[in-house]
Every structure is written in structure tokens, then in C-alpha cells.
């Protein structure tokens, strides 16, 4: 075991490596010059070299990246080319505001995907079968701004049930907090509840089918035991592949959902970046969600050993 | 389920013709073929959208009909600038799938040649491309894209190009391993002793039988693309205005939603039905061409 967590650790490296080499180019896919397009039309030529010198861009590439990285190793991500605070604190004080709302989103779709998918498989063909795919089907091809939009419209505008904009911290009330995220994270969840509860059923479908399980209902246990204890332990590791998966696509999503609810979170930060043309904090969002994703993807694979006790044989 | 995995074997029957067998075969499945109805009714549109359309999507400005609701002059009902939705929204398939098609044609060719080359070479290459590919594919794909759309500036060109950057090592990553799979095969080893060159054996021998899965592939994330396209769009880094795109038309009907809903409504319901008329098709495909996949 420990020999293969040092190997899935060690193996994190070139890929945070190329990771950070992606972040560093972007300003550097920008057309022309990259300290014209931060200060905009109306700069003047000394404005210009001062912006070169305070990024570096005068520098050659490889002395600019080694800067990048060296800072980049020490926690320094620049800092804000509006309002000159640094990087890494504007994105921590977003951070928590982002992940509360990512994780309601999550475990909304959880609670409703795998039961749905559970009962598709067990009842294969039946009408529960039908009706729960097209339930999932409909929640993977509606685009999340949409229904965001649509969810506004109905319950609070017309119904009042909910707050459309705003985000109270979870330390200040946690009855609000949720209030204000339910719209928010049901737009942002359900396409991965759609995803889920495809996934729960075809891989549900295939335990279901396997000896062992014949041998367990030989023996007399009750549906439910074989279902959820049995069948659903063997279903989960594909299932909880594809929710690793999904955690980046949330972390995608969130930018419109942000946007739309008026949530002061990451997305929106990255959306205010963009127009400001504030590449520095661009760069240090992208980093840091990519940095999120990858150790998001090492817990699942351990995450897996316990559900597959068979892979770290295989692997380690 | 019998030992070869599905039904599907078993119905298909033997048509003399080549594509037509095929097409007879697939369309016998409900799904596949809904979806095959719906993108192609979705191209027709797009295709004769100056046909179609009554107004023009973006000069016919009418000052009395600001925000209209549907009427029969107006089916959809009209815009801030009076213009018609309805013949928005037709046009908008047409920039909205040009951007997609144009998106997944460049990404899977890319991704194609680079799992390839990954796959059967192996070695340095390999390693250089596919710790390319990991890196690439640790970033969300839609922040990526916004990303890219910030150095690159908006344009539609641009749009195409981040997607591709986004989609290509995906394609890269599945074209890799069915390479990897069929390459230890026993008639890939026959193909090498009876000389057959190695160009010859990755393009004759083992590419088409990549192909299923590339089809399923490209069929799923041409629906990626559409919600991807909307998306940058709607946050303002798409399209540029006042071409009518999906997205577009979405974001300028976001500050009159309570007024004026029908501009939201519609827009939003075109991407929603194009995308499940992907996902059917995708399913569809994956149904036929994969049946051990379930």
C-alpha cells in the first residue's frame, strides 16, 4: 500500500510540471504584445516598459520561466494587476465560498443519482427503468446556465421560495446558506446527477449479473443486503471514477453559475479577471483548480483501494 | 445478454448493400434513430436557415416591437432591438454547429494523429505526448477554454481553436489505447512477418478498428462543444456581437428574463433539444457499434 501511494504521489509530478508550464505560456498565446493587451489602447510607451519589467516580459522565455516556477515553488503567484493584492489570498478568500457551493452541488446529485441508477438496474426493463433514464438523459443535455436561468424565473421570481443572487457564509446561518445554494447548486448538480445515475445503472447491470451475487441470493439474503451491500459495493469504483471526473466539470460549470446567482466565488473572480484583463490572476485560478483537480483524481485512486482491494496487488 | 454480449448481434440482419445494411440495422433501435431525426432536422434548419427565417437576424431592427411577446407576426416573440427570435434562433444553429463541427473536426484530427503516433511508437514520444495530454486534461475544460478566450481575444475563430486545444488530448488519450490493444493482436504480428510497412499497418490495419469508438467519441463531445460554445457565449467571450449564436442570444435576454421570458426560453431550448439529439445518436452508436460496452 505504501509503495503504491509513493508511486501515484511521484507520478504527480511531471504532470503538475507540464500543468505549470500550460499556466506560464497562456500570456504568452496572447497575439502581439502581451503588455499591450493588459494595459489596453491607451497606453503610453512608458507605461509599456514599466509593464514588461514588472512581468518580466523583457526577460528571455526560459529566465522568465525559471522565475515563474521558482516563485511559483515558493507560494507566490504574483499579484493582481487591478487592485495589486496578491494572488494566492484573492483566490483563498473565494476558495471556501466556491467549494461550498461544489460540494452542495455534489451531494445533491449523489443522493439523487444512485438511488435512481440502483433502481433502473434492479428493475432492468421495466417502466422505473425507462422513466429513470430519461430523467437522466433530459439532466445531461440541458446546459446549466439554462436551467439556472429557467430556475430564477420560477422560484424566485414568480414563487419567492428562494433568494436568485447572493450567498450568506455557512458560519453565519446555516438555514440561509442553503436557502441562497439550493438554486445554484441543484443548476450546477443535475447534469452530473444525469451522468451518475447513467453510470450507477450500467455498472450496476453488470454486478448484478455476476455468480457471486446468485450465490448470495442462493443463500437467502434479503434484496436489499444483495442490492446495497453487496452488488453496490463492487458497483462503486467506476461510479466513483466518474464523480472525480465530474468534480472537474464542476469546477467549470461554476464559472457561468457564479455568474448568473451573483455568488463571489472563484468563477466569478475568473470572469471579473478576464475582462479586467488581470492575466496574473488568470493564471494563478487556472493553477490552483488544476492543482485541485489532480490531487482530486490521487484521493479517488486510494479511495479505490478500499473499494478494490485487488488493485493495489495489481499496481503497488 | 448471451456470450457475445448483446442483442444487438443477433437482430442485425445481412443487407446487400453496404451503407444501407448499416443504416437499415442502426435505425432499427428507437433512440439512435430519434436522435438521427432530430440532428437532422437541426442541419436542415441550419442549412436553409436563410430560407426559413422570416426576418433577418441581425438588421431587421423594429422600434415599435421592442421585447414583444409571441404573436403570429412573431413566433418566438422579438428582442431589446426588436429583432425576431425565431429567426435568431435559426441562424444561431448555424453558427452555433459551424463552430462544434469545425471544433471536433480539428481536435479529433490532431488527437488521431497523436494517438497514433503515441501508441505505436511507443517510447520517448509516447512519454512526451501523453505527460502533454495528463497535463492538458488536469484543467476543467470550460475554465480552460476561458482561459484561452482571455489570451486569444473573442472571435469565432479563437472559439474553434481553445476548444480544439481543450478536446484534442482526449481524442489523443482513447485513439492511444484502442492502439495499444489491437497492436499485440496475433494478425497484427502476421501483417509484420508477411512485410507489411509499419505506415501500412497503422493506417490499413489498425485504424479502422478505432474507429467506433472515435464515432461514439465524436459524436459526445460534438454535444460538449455546442453546451461549451453556449456557455463562453453566454459569459460575453464567444461570439462576437450581434451575430445570433445560442449563447448570445441567452446572454442578452438574461436582464429582461421577467418581462420579456420568451428570449431566454427558446434559445435555451434549441441547445437543450440539439444536445439530447446528440446524446440519443451517441447512445445509439455506442449501442451498435460497442455492444459489449452495455
Not at chain 1, 504574483?78 to 465560498?97: F, Y
Amino acid at each position: 500500500m505504501t509503495g503504491y501511494l509513493i508511486k501515484r504521489i511521484l507520478a504527480l509530478i511531471p504532470v503538475l510540471l507540464t500543468v505549470s508550464v500550460v499556466v506560464f505560456m497562456i500570456i504568452h498565446f496572447i497575439p502581439g504584445d502581451p503588455a499591450a493587451a493588459m494595459l489596453g489602447s491607451q497606453a503610453t510607451e512608458e507605461q509599456l516598459t514599466q509593464m514588461r519589467e514588472q512581468m518580466g516580459l523583457n526577460k528571455p522565455l526560459m529566465v522568465q520561466f525559471s522565475i515563474w516556477i521558482l516563485n511559483l515553488v515558493q507560494g507566490d503567484l504574483g499579484s493582481s494587476l487591478v487592485s495589486d493584492q496578491s494572488v494566492l489570498s484573492l483566490i483563498a478568500n473565494r476558495l471556501p465560498v466556491t467549494l461550498n457551493l461544489i460540494i452542495f452541488a455534489m451531494s445533491f446529485s449523489i443522493i439523487i443519482a444512485i438511488p435512481l441508477g440502483v433502481a433502473a438496474a434492479v428493475k432492468h426493463n421495466t417502466s422505473v427503468d425507462y422513466v429513470s433514464m430519461f430523467i437522466a438523459l433530459i439532466g445531461i443535455s440541458i446546459p446549466n446556465f439554462w436551467a439556472a436561468l429557467l430556475l430564477i424565473m420560477v422560484f424566485a421570481l414568480n414563487l419567492g421560495m428562494f433568494p436568485a443572487t447572493g450567498y450568506i457564509p455557512l458560519t453565519k446561518s446555516i438555514v440561509l446558506n442553503l436557502k441562497h445554494l439550493a438554486l445554484p447548486a441543484f443548476s450546477l448538480g443535475f447534469i452530473q446527477a444525469g451522468i451518475i445515475t447513467r453510470m450507477t445503472r450500467s455498472t450496476m447491470l453488470d454486478v448484478l449479473r455476476q455468480d457471486y451475487i446468485r450465490a448470495v441470493k442462493a443463500k437467502g439474503a434479503a434484496t436489499f443486503t444483495v442490492v446495497f451491500w453487496h452488488a453496490l459495493k463492487n458497483a462503486m469504483v467506476p461510479i466513483i471514477t466518474i464523480i472525480g471526473i465530474n468534480f472537474g466539470l464542476l469546477l467549470g460549470g461554476t464559472v457561468v453559475v457564479e455568474s448568473i446567482f451573483s455568488i463571489n466565488g472563484i468563477g466569478q473572480l475568473m470572469i471579473q479577471s478576464v475582462l479586467n484583463r488581470d492575466y496574473p490572476v488568470i493564471q494563478g485560478i487556472i493553477l490552483v483548480i488544476a492543482a485541485i483537480y489532480v490531487f482530486i483524481t490521487l484521493f479517488v485512486d486510494i479511495l479505490y483501494t478500499y473499494f478494490d482491494p485487488k488493485i493495489k496487488f495489481r499496481k503497488g | 445478454m448471451n456470450y457475445l454480449g448483446s442483442n444487438a448481434i443477433k437482430n442485425k440482419k445481412v443487407y446487400s448493400n453496404f451503407f444501407f445494411g448499416h443504416f437499415k440495422n442502426f435505425t432499427r433501435r428507437k433512440q439512435g434513430l430519434i436522435g438521427l431525426m432530430i440532428i437532422t432536422c437541426i442541419l436542415l434548419i441550419a442549412l436553409f436557415a436563410p430560407l426559413i427565417a422570416p426576418y433577418d437576424p441581425v438588421d431587421d431592427v423594429s422600434y415599435s416591437n421592442l421585447n414583444a411577446a409571441p404573436s403570429s407576426q412573431y413566433i418566438f416573440g422579438t428582442d431589446e432591438f426588436g429583432r425576431d427570435i425565431f429567426s435568431r434562433v435559426i441562424y444561431g444553429a448555424q453558427v452555433s454547429i459551424q463552430i462544434s463541427f469545425f471544433t471536433i473536426l480539428i481536435s479529433a484530427t490532431f488527437g488521431v494523429v497523436m494517438g497514433l503516433v503515441s501508441g505505436y511508437f511507443g517510447g520517448f514520444i509516447d512519454g512526451l505526448f501523453m505527460r502533454l495530454v495528463d497535463g492538458l486534461m488536469s484543467f476543467p475544460p470550460l475554465l480552460f477554454a476561458i482561459a484561452l478566450m482571455a489570451a486569444l481575444g473573442t472571435s469565432t475563430k479563437n472559439i474553434i481553436l481553445s476548444l480544439a486545444i481543450v478536446y484534442t488530448p482526449m481524442f489523443a488519450r482513447l485513439i492511444r489505447g484502442c492502439v495499444l490493444s489491437i497492436k499485440e493482436k496475433e494478425y497484427i504480428d502476421s501483417i509484420k512477418i508477411m512485410g507489411g510497412s509499419k505506415i501500412r499497418i497503422l493506417f490499413k490495419h489498425i485504424l479502422p478498428n478505432c474507429v467506433s469508438p472515435l464515432l461514439i467519441q465524436m459524436t459526445t463531445y460534438f454535444a460538449y462543444a455546442i453546451l461549451a460554445e453556449a456557455a463562453l457565449s453566454f459569459l460575453g467571450l464567444g461570439v462576437p456581437k450581434p451575430n445570433p449564436s445560442w449563447g448570445n442570444i441567452l446572454y442578452d435576454g438574461r436582464q429582461y428574463m421577467i418581462d420579456s421570458p420568451w428570449i431566454t426560453i427558446f434559445p435555451g431550448l434549441a441547445i437543450g433539444i440539439t444536445v439530447l439529439g446528440l446524446n440519443l445518436l451517441g447512445d445509439g452508436l455506442r449501442d451498435y457499434l460497442d455492444p459489449n460496452l452495455d
